[in-house]
Every structure is written in structure tokens, then in C-alpha cells.
């Protein structure tokens, strides 16, 4: 803790006088872990290069976040940490952060304030959910379709899903229960509000395995995040849950016909971590990164390169047009007021305590 | 070749036979596709065999009829499906047409031997039949990606402007993106570094070790053996985790020294690596020390070079061909190699397979795809470079190149 303090008097410093580029005491490449694709190239132009431009820091990306929190682990324990600054889920930014594998942070003192002033932990609000945990989006899970394989009346609702009469073909959805089991038990009658009351005893969970098992001859198992967008564009599912950002580079990039359903979309949040024990130039180098990148006209311009809402409330006024399609970025976000009309929240204290259980009844009735 | 055999006119229940099973199984894959393969089945073999009929006992002019079942197939795939069918029409009525004429004209007769039963005769050609599809099987993956990889669209998906050979729905852009994209272009020279070194070392210490335990002296040769040859046999997964926990402890040491981060990362995959391809290198030298004459070296000794001399001027001439085809194996198995990368390198060392794998998993991108045939292609350059150095060797030698 005081290596943390005393570089983090020498972030500020560096802050104040604005001169991170000349600092000794930073080291002088990172390795930054992401997701790959599409977002990653996001990250790169709106995060890496301005930094590597002002600082002269050279950045190096490592597209492991997929198995961030096991690989952080056996780092950890081979004592050999090589990542300075990690690109997770909340979720996963939890466990680490539990297990006292990521940095915990303060945000008054090492994220930068809102233009107006405002401080950084009012400015993020909710979304800061765990300790160690810097959110820089909001995405969301939810449905495409194709154009012109679901008739003449598109669907509107999440329960199209499970409707395999109106809309025959096949559908894609992730394989793990979250996110398949609450829209099952919405569209088995239970009421929004009841749905996680319902999903923590037996009978709900079995409720919504039976849902989904009216339809289990029908589903294409998706366990990447790139798996949807190539079966909408084969045309070999109908409809698909996937993340919004990638039915949007489909529909709007790729021109592929594809239609979004907002209805019912899980909103989850995707930020950074600082490992633990990184060596103090390198822990300095992770901050000022951070500080650089979490800032709120950052946060905005990330958004001009993928359809991911920023996740400071001072950002949203700032989101702007797409970087290469010219085209506005607002209506695309999952946080858009049409959008959202009917959204869940990504449950952190529901999954925490039952997802183990839950996961392996739904992988057995997988293999069933 | 000569023909062996005089031929003779065939009944028309065998020309009919014959070309209704090839139309009965190409009529199965259009069918198929269609939505209906016992239907395509019953269309294609009733098309060559009415063709058959009509030529044989109608027309009876070979050109003619040749000539129109390929214009006349050509044309109706067109109207049918476009440009692809025009050419997949065209190709089929060819061969049907010249298969017709083959079987009713006894040509496939012409160069089997006189006294082959009609039974061998047809196992004769069952087996060229079989031969080519295991060919087809083998080749076809390969050969798939090579299209898709022209692909406009960022899908591993033909297009229906691919399909229409249209050349918008072509393009280079995914060579373009890998030739100027930063992160296939670090993991590409990343391989370029990793993968020769790493066959250099196995090379050097893979033929040492074959050259010593061919001596029958050595004690304990076969455990030894084991040992050096185990990388190849226990799975790569298992290597690959001890081999993590055992370079990061080699790594903080050479950190320690004070050696650079980057550079103890690329010595630690390099080592790595090299582990893996000593066995291939072992197996190929000690191979070919079988057939090395022994007394040759005795002979060299006698006329006084020392065995240093000896190995460079007498017995490595001899085993090359073996040291050459266990480096290509060991540099292969790193230039392939993903797991134990993953595993023992850090970003600054990831490989080509590192980002193929995380580019395939994260986002299906068919710059992979050109990658792929990139890699084909210099794999085919490769192989073939190394057949004519060896066939040059040979003749030079004044041996026949088989």
C-alpha cells in the first residue's frame, strides 16, 4: 500500500504538471489486455493511440480477456505477472477483485473528474460495482434478425424466440444459462419484476428449462461472441442473441440484412482492472493509463468506433457520429430511450449465489 | 501408352448402368442442394441414360453428340443458377458426354491387360474411384478456403456475387488487412523469429544426441531415448502447463540478471519450442544412421582426421537428407504451434497461430483465411524447393531421383 500511495502522489503529480511523456518513474511499453475485433480496434483508436501519441508509451495488446480471470490466476501464482492493465467484465472484475487479484481503486483520487467538475464516483454512479473495477462501457445482450427471412411481420417482442410457428427456422443463443433462462421465464407468463424471485427456487429454474426445451431442436449454441453475426450472415439462423456492438457492425458495416430487437435486452458493463503486485513504474504506468482513458471525452470517443454507451453520465452528451459511416451513434446505443423500453440489468448478486447451480442443471439438460 | 487390348461395341444396359450411377451421384449433390436428393438422383442418372439411348441408337455421331451434351448442359445450368451453373453444367455434360461414348465404345477396355475377368477390370477402376475421393477429402478443406479468402464481405460465407463470379464480390482487402495491420504483422515477424531459431537449436542438439545414442556404447540408451522423445508423446497440454511454471521461474532469473523483459519472453518460447521439435530431429537422424556405414568413420580416423573432421567432412554429407527433413518437422511443429505459446509467451511474443486462434475465437474474420493461404502457399514453395534440391542432389550423385 505504500508503493500505491507514493505513486500515486507521483500520478498526480505527473497530472498537474502535465508532463507524463518525461516521467522516469513510468515503464515505458504495457501490455493491455482486451477482447479482439471489432471492440479492440475501438479501444486502439480511442484510447491507445491519443495515449501512445501523448506519453510516448508504447502499448502492447494481448486479446485474452475470454480467460482473463484463469490466466491472472496462474500468473499470480507463477509469479510472473506480464499484464498491466485488463479488459473484463464485471463480473469477472468481482471474482478478481474477491480473490485480491486486481488493484483496488479510488476514484476521487485516481480517475480524472467530469469537465464541469464533477467527481469521478458521482460521475459513474451505480456502475461502479466492485471495488478494483473501472467500468468504461455498457453493452448489451440482445436479438438480430433476418430481414427477410421472418415473413412479413417482423418480430417486436422477445418472445419470437419461443414462438417457432410464426417465425419457423433456427435461432442462435449463447450456451450458458444467464440472460436464456430470464427470457424464458418472461415469455412463460412471469411478470419482469418477479423473474429472479421465480429463478431461485427449483420449480422456476425447471419452469424455464422447460420453456427452452420447447425449442431446444431449434437452437444453435453460440459460446463466441463473433458465432451469431457469421450465422445471421449464412442465413443459417433466423434470429440470434449476440452483443449489440456486433449486430451493429453487421447491420450498419456489413450491410448484411439484419434487423435489431431491442425488446428485453440484459445490459452488463465492461471495464478495466489493474492486476495486483505489478512493480511500482509499471503499477504508475497502469494508473496514468487509466486515468488518461476513463476521462470523459475518451469515454465519448470510443463510442464513435463501436455502438457501446460510455459509462460516465458526463460522456453521453458528447457521443457524436460514427468515425467512418458519418452516421449518428445515439440512436444505435443500447442506452437510446427507444432502445430501452423494456431492459434488464445484468443481476451480479443473483448470478453470484446461484450460478454455479444453475449452470450445471442447465448443462445437463443441454446434454439431455 | 499403347493400347493392350482390342476393343469392342458394349450392350446398352452397360453404357446405361455406368453413366446413370455417375448422373445418379452428381444428381445427388445438386438435388441436395435443392431440397430434395432422391429426386436429383432419379433426374441425373434418367438425363445420361436417355441421352445415352438418344446418341447410340439415333444420332450416332460421336462429336455431335459430345459437343451438345456439353453446350446443352452448359446452357441449361445457366438458366438454372447463373454463371456457377453454367460452368458446373458445362463440366458435367463434358464428362457425361465422354463417358458415354468410353463405356459404348469399349474404350476403358482399351488399356487393361487382354486377360483381366470383367471383375478385375471393374475393381481396376473402383480403385482409381476410391483413390480420388480420398484425394478429393484430403484437398478439399484446403482448397476451400482459398475462394473465401477473395471474399468482400468480412464472413467466411459465399456470397451470392462470389457464387455469380461478379467481381464486386471479390477482393483483396483481407491481404490488404493482414499486410497492414500491426498486429499481423508483429505476430508474422514474431514467427519468422521464433520458429528458425527454435530449429536451429533442436537441429544441433537433436543430431547430437541421434549421432550418440546410435553408439552401441552408450549406457542406458533406450531410457535416454524415452526421455528426449517424450515432448512428442505426452499431450501438448500437459507440456505446456509444467513448461509454464518452469520458465517463469527461468524467466525471473534471467530478468534478474538483467536481461530485458522482451527479450527473456522470446528466449523462454524459443526454448520451448526447441524442446518440441528435438524429437522429430532425433527420429529422422537416427533413421537414417541406420544405413551409415560405420567403417567410414573408422577409415577417416585411420587416414588421421579427428572426429570433428570426421562428422563435417564424412558423416554429415551422409545423414543431410535426414537432419534436413527433422528440421522442417521441427520448424513446422513451432510454426504451428499454439498451445505452449499461449501458454509460455507473454503479448510482446505472440505467433501467427497465437492470432489466428484469438482472431478465429474472438472475430471471424477471413483475414485468417488469407493467412491460411498465404501459408499454403509458401508450405507448397517450401516442399517443392526441398524435392528439386533433393532431386538435383541425387542425379548429382548419380543416383535415379525416386
Request: charged share 15%.
Amino acid at each position: 500500500m505504500k508503493f500505491t500511495k507514493t505513486f500515486m502522489a507521483t500520478t498526480a503529480l505527473t497530472m498537474v504538471a502535465g508532463i507524463a511523456g518525461a516521467d522516469h518513474h513510468m515503464a515505458k511499453e504495457m501490455t493491455i489486455v482486451s477482447w479482439g475485433g471489432a471492440y479492440s480496434k475501438s479501444q486502439l483508436k480511442a484510447y491507445h493511440e491519443p495515449y501512445s501519441a501523448k506519453t510516448g508509451a508504447s502499448i502492447i495488446n494481448d486479446d485474452s480477456s475470454a480467460e482473463a480471470v484463469a490466466k491472472l490466476r496462474a500468473m499470480n501464482e507463477a509469479g510472473n505477472v506480464t499484464w498491466d492493465v485488463v479488459d473484463v467484465v464485471a463480473a469477472d472484475a468481482m471474482r478478481l477483485c474477491d480473490e485480491g487479484l486486481a488493484l483496488e481503486i479510488d476514484p476521487d483520487t485516481m480517475l480524472a473528474d467530469a469537465p464541469d467538475g464533477t467527481k469521478a464516483s458521482a460521475d459513474f454512479g451505480d456502475l461502479l460495482v466492485s471495488e478494483c473495477f473501472i467500468p468504461s462501457i455498457v453493452y448489451s445482450t440482445t436479438f438480430g434478425y433476418r430481414t427477410d427471412l421472418v415473413g412479413d411481420t417482423p418480430p417486436t417482442d422477445v418472445c419470437a424466440v419461443f414462438d417457432t410457428d410464426a417465425y419457423p427456422g433456427k435461432r442462435s443463443l449463447e450456451k450458458r444459462p444467464i440472460n436464456n433462462m430470464e427470457w424464458a421465464l418472461l415469455c412463460d407468463g412471469v411478470a419482469k419484476d418477479k423473474v429472479y424471485d421465480v429463478l431461485a427456487t427449483e420449480e422456476g429454474q425447471n419452469q424455464a428449462l422447460a420453456k427452452l426445451d420447447t425449442i431446444k431442436g431449434d437452437v444453435v449454441w453460440w459460446s463466441a461472441g463473433a458465432d451469431t453475426p457469421q450465422l445471421l450472415a449464412d442465413g443459417e439462423v433466423i434470429m440470434g442473441s449476440t452483443y449489440n456492438g456486433r449486430l451493429f457492425s453487421v447491420i450498419e458495416e456489413q450491410k448484411q440484412p439484419v434487423a435489431m430487437l431491442w425488446d428485453a435486452q440484459v445490459f452488463d458493463l465492461d471495464g478495466w482492472i489493474i492486476p495486483a503486485g505489478l512493480s511500482p513504474e509499471r503499477q504508475a504506468r497502469a494508473l496514468d493509463y487509466i486515468m488518461f482513458a476513463t476521462d470523459t471525452q475518451r469515454l465519448a470517443d470510443q463510442a464513435k468506433y463501436i455502438s457501446y454507451g460510455p459509462a460516465r453520465l458526463s460522456s453521453a452528451p458528447l457521443v457524436g457520429k460514427h468515425a467512418e459511416l458519418g452516421i449518428d451513434m445515439a440512436p444505435h446505443m443500447p442506452t437510446d430511450p427507444n432502445n430501452a423500453k423494456n431492459t434488464f440489468l445484468y443481476n451480479y448478486e443473483f448470478w453470484a449465489d446461484y450460478r454455479d447451480d444453475i449452470d450445471a442443471k442447465f448443462q445437463a439438460w443441454l446434454a439431455k | 501408352m499403347a493400347a493392350l487390348t482390342p476393343i469392342s461395341r458394349k450392350p446398352f444396359w452397360l453404357v446405361a448402368l455406368v453413366v446413370g450411377l455417375f448422373g445418379g451421384f452428381i444428381g445427388l449433390f445438386v438435388g441436395t442442394a435443392n431440397g430434395n436428393g432422391p429426386m436429383g438422383v432419379f433426374i441425373g442418372a434418367a438425363l445420361l441414360i436417355g441421352l445415352a439411348w438418344f446418341y447410340i441408337y439415333v444420332l450416332k455421331d460421336e462429336r455431335a453428340g459430345r459437343g451438345i451434351t456439353f453446350a446443352g448442359l452448359g446452357i441449361a445450368g445457366f438458366a438454372a443458377a447463373g454463371m456457377p451453373g453454367l460452368v458446373l453444367g458445362a463440366i458435367f455434360g463434358a464428362i457425361g458426354g465422354w463417358m458415354i461414348y468410353w463405356m459404348y465404345e469399349g474404350r476403358y477396355r482399351a488399356y487393361v491387360p487382354p486377360y483381366l475377368t470383367a471383375g478385375q477390370v471393374l475393381w481396376h477402376f473402383t480403385f482409381r474411384v476410391i483413390c480420388g475421393a480420398i484425394f478429393i477429402f484430403l484437398i478439399t478443406p484446403i482448397l476451400v478456403v482459398l475462394p473465401l479468402s477473395f471474399n468482400a464481405q468480412d464472413f467466411f460465407t459465399f456470397t451470392p456475387e462470389m457464387l455469380r463470379f461478379d467481381p464486386e464480390g471479390y477482393s483483396l482487402k483481407h491481404y490488404r488487412d493482414f499486410f497492414s495491420n500491426n498486429e499481423w504483422q508483429r505476430s508474422f515477424k514474431n514467427s519468422l523469429i521464433i520458429a528458425p531459431i527454435a530449429t536451429i537449436i533442436s537441429v544441433t542438439l537433436g543430431t547430437l544426441a541421434a549421432i550418440g545414442l546410435s553408439q552401441s556404447h552408450v549406457p542406458g540408451r533406450r531410457a535416454i531415448m524415452a526421455i528426449l522423445i517424450s515432448p512428442m508423446i505426452v499431450p501438448l497440454i500437459i507440456s505446456a502447463t509444467g513448461m509454464f511454471f518452469f520458465y517463469s521461474d527461468v524467466g525471473n532469473w534471467l530478468e534478474g540478471l538483467g536481461l530485458g523483459k522482451t527479450f527473456v519472453g522470446y528466449v523462454k518460447v524459443v526454448l520451448a519450442h526447441a524442446v518440441l521439435g528435438i524429437p522429430f530431429v532425433i527420429i529422422t537422424v537416427t533413421a537414417t544412421l541406420v544405413g551409415f556405414d560405420r567403417s567410414l568413420t573408422r577409415a577417416a580416423a585411420n587416414m588421421g582426421a579427428d572426429p570433428v573432421t570426421t562428422f563435417f567432412r564424412v558423416q554429415m554429407p551422409l545423414i543431410l537428407p535426414g537432419v534436413i527433413s527433422g528440421g522442417l518437422f521441427a520448424f513446422i511443429t513451432s510454426f504451428d504451434e499454439v498451445v505452449v505459446v499461449l501458454f509460455v509467451g507473454s503479448a510482446s511474443q505472440k505467433t501467427l497461430p497465437w492470432q489466428m486462434f484469438t482472431g478465429l475465437r474472438e472475430q471471424i474474420s477471413p483475414t485468417i483465411l488469407a493467412v491460411a493461404t498465404i501459408l499454403v502457399f509458401i508450405s507448397v514453395c517450401l516442399l517443392t524447393t526441398l524435392e528439386l534440391l533433393r532431386r538435383r542432389s541425387e542425379r548429382l550423385r548419380g543416383m535415379s531421383p525416386g
